[in-house]
């Protein structure tokens, strides 16, 4: 358990919901949820996941905050927003969903090996260091994410769909070389630095 | 030339349902000089589209056949159909009210024997069943209407079949010249009940009213039961006329959804709870009802309705709100998707029948209205000072049920009352 993490449960003991609404963007609706469950109906990963937003939302009022930050059910929403376009009580069921996937791996509580969550890191990685995200390396480092047989394997599977992309001017071999970006590099990082800045300040926060 | 005499002593009752009817015989039999207007060509409103009341289960034909009687016994209260009111100036106890009045092309002459009707070929969509089936060009809005004279459809003008009924009537009560009339009121007091009308049911995308045939509005499963409405008091399915025996009810269907109405309709727990006794009082045991709701709501003294109902091993409830009406193309079954809060089950129920238990919206919304009058969000009349000489009774001033809604006429009705009575001790 991290540090962080610590301060946290010593802040707020057993009020899980108060933590929620204190640190996780949107936390302050989820005491308007009324448990209709039309958000779990309307979601179209059906049973694919454990706890739906309904269920989710109510664990939180429930104080099962162990079983909701590992949960993997953030990790797995897709954006579809059909939940937040039919929720009757407006609540921002997406923005929540993200907002505790984001706490969750920012207490070191999110599950391990989860496949989109480790998706999403290696986008951003990807992604940040020149402001444009390099495809063919994010697709490599896709199909080797769980190793080199697996890479290998995988890459001959998706042959044709890089052979389509490349012909349609979609991958560049080249970007292997490193791969095009903003013309800003100064300025795209400085950005980023700033934005990291202001996050960790929020981080500082936590359970203070 | 409609000729009505009317003083700032006049009370003026806008709306002819059981609210506009309350309040204006518990004027007039206090001695009031009353006018109540309606707009339809028939007294009744909405609950002379009921098949039953709760919590009795009595049917509310009985309640407007004494109202009726009361009213035919006062002199002191004055009935105009097809009446709508289009301004309203002046103030607490000077109200000068303009009136449009559209032609029924029938007089007083007639007797309502039916041969104009009989006549014509013509059909139109029968409002009074909420357009389930078809009445003709010649009409009596319903059997119980008052007055019981037929009108002529205004689309029939200039038509034969105009002419043929004219031709038919035995008593020449039918007279193709009519014309529209606008005619000034002046008043002391107004009560404004003018009722409700269903949410569009069409506007709740995910299930499917206008486009699954067996999906149907709780208003429209109310005419069905009735023996005289659509189906001859058939409880089948519109797609193939098969017997619904087994029923799903969706609750809150437009309210309590920030996407539609916000309020809680506070009706339609109860009347579903009603409905569910319609499936077993045509299949007995064979018929199966299911309640699919948030919470239910049964106000009041309602909750032993509600235990009762809860009893019929026939009747289930499903604490869920629907997500989603899908139809099975080979049985035309609406099948009901969702997550079942009580063990966060996910549910793909097939139905026979889909009653949509839909919410009440005013039908006139004071927003926006012909008149200056203090209205919440919703459109519902407030009660407020600001009013001075006008009051809201029954579901113009909030979605009740009948009970409540008469409560809300007598007390507008009072207050009418200390309006007019004020003038005349001035006057005096
Ligand atoms: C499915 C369903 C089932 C129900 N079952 C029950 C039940 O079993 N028991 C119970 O107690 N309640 C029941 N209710 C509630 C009941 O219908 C209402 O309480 C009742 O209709 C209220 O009467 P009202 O006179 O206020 O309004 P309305 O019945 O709507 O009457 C208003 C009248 O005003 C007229 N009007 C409208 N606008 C104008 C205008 N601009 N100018 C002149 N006239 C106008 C209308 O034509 C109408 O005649 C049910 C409701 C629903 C939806
Ligand atoms: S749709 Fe909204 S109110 Fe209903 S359970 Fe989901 S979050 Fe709660
Ligand atoms: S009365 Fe029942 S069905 Fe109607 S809006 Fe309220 S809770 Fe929903």
Redesign the pocket.
């Known amino acids: 358990m991290s540090e962080l993490n610590n301060r946290v449960v010593e802040k707020y003991r057993n009020n899980f919901l108060k933590e929620v609404e204190a640190n996780v963007e949107e936390g302050d609706w989820v005491k308007m949820c009324m448990q209709c469950g039309v958000c779990a109906g309307s979601c179209p990963l059906g049973d694919a996941w454990e706890h739906t937003p309904q269920k989710l939302f109510m664990m939180i009022r429930a104080g099962k905050r162990d079983e909701v930050l590992s949960s993997d059910a953030m990790w797995m929403c897709t954006s579809c927003y059909n939940c937040i376009v039919r929720c009757p009580r407006e609540l921002p069921i997406t923005h929540i969903m993200h907002g505790l996937a984001h706490y969750a791996a920012r207490l070191g509580l999110s599950p391990k090996n989860q496949p989109t969550q480790k998706f999403a890191q290696l986008f951003w990685d990807n992604l940040t260091k020149t402001g444009r995200v390099n495809e063919l390396k994010l697709g490599l480092n896709l199909y080797f994410m769980n190793g080199f047989s697996e890479g290998v394997k995988k890459s001959l599977e998706m042959r044709s769909i890089g052979q389509g992309m490349f012909f349609a001017k979609r991958l560049n071999p080249m970007e292997i070389l490193g791969g095009h970006g903003v013309k800003d590099q100064a300025g795209f990082h400085a950005m980023l630095d700033k934005a990291r800045e202001i996050e960790d300040a929020k981080l500082d926060k936590f359970g203070k | 030339m409609t000729d009505v005499v009317a003083t700032n002593q006049t009370i003026l009752v806008v709306g002819g349902g059981i609210s506009g009817m309350t309040a204006a015989l518990e004027a007039a039999e206090c001695g009031k000089d009353v006018i109540l207007l309606e707009k339809n060509p028939s007294l009744g409103g909405r609950v002379s589209q009921l098949y039953k009341y709760f919590p009795k289960l009595c049917f509310p034909t009985c309640g407007m056949e004494i109202n009726l009687r009361r009213i035919k016994a006062r002199n002191n209260l004055r009935v105009m159909t097809l009446a709508e009111v289009t301004k309203v100036s002046g103030d607490k106890g000077n109200y000068s009210v303009d009136v449009k009045i559209s032609p029924r092309y029938v007089n007083e002459n007639c007797t309502a024997c039916g041969a104009c009707s009989d006549a014509v070929s013509a059909e139109f969509d029968n409002e009074h069943n909420y357009n389930l089936d078809k009445r003709k060009g010649a009409y009596l809005p319903f059997t119980m209407a008052f007055p019981q004279r037929y009108v002529i459809d205004p689309a029939m003008i200039g038509t034969d079949d105009a002419a043929k009924a004219k031709d038919a009537c035995p008593v020449g009560a039918i007279d193709l010249d009519m014309a529209e009339e606008n005619i000034q009121l002046n008043v002391g007091s107004v009560v404004w009940a003018t009722g409700w009308k269903p949410y569009d049911a069409a506007k709740i995308q995910p299930y499917g009213y206008d486009r699954f045939d067996n999906v149907i509005t709780s208003v429209e499963l109310e005419r069905m039961m009735d023996p005289q409405g659509p189906t001859g008091g058939k409880l089948i399915r519109p797609s193939d006329g098969k017997e619904a025996k087994d029923v799903a009810f969706i609750?809150?269907?437009g309210?309590?959804d920030r996407n539609h109405l916000r309020?809680?309709?506070?009706?339609?727990?109860?009347?579903?709870l009603k409905q569910s006794t319609y499936t077993r009082e045509k299949f007995g045991d064979e018929g199966k009802s299911t309640i699919y709701?948030?919470?239910?709501?049964a106000i009041d003294r309602f909750e032993d309705f509600y235990q009762k109902v809860k009893s019929d091993s026939t009747v289930n409830f499903i604490k869920s709100k629907v997500a989603s009406v899908v139809e099975d193309k080979d049985t035309g079954n609406p099948i009901l998707k969702g997550v079942d809060t009580e063990g966060y089950k996910r549910y793909a129920n097939p139905h026979d029948l889909v009653v949509l238990?839909v919410?009440m919206e005013p039908s006139v919304n004071f927003n926006d209205a012909p008149v200056d009058i203090v209205s919440n969000e919703f459109g519902f009349i407030e009660a407020n000072p600001e009013n001075g000489g006008l009051f809201g009774a029954g579901c113009a001033s909030d979605a009740l049920d009948v009970n409540r809604a008469v409560q809300s006429a007598t007390a507008s009705a009072l207050r009418a009352i200390q309006v007019v009575n004020q003038v005349a001790e001035a006057e005096d």
């Open positions: 609750q809150c269907a309210s309590r309020h809680c309709s506070r009706i339609c727990c109860m009347a579903s709701y948030i919470d239910i709501r238990a919410g």
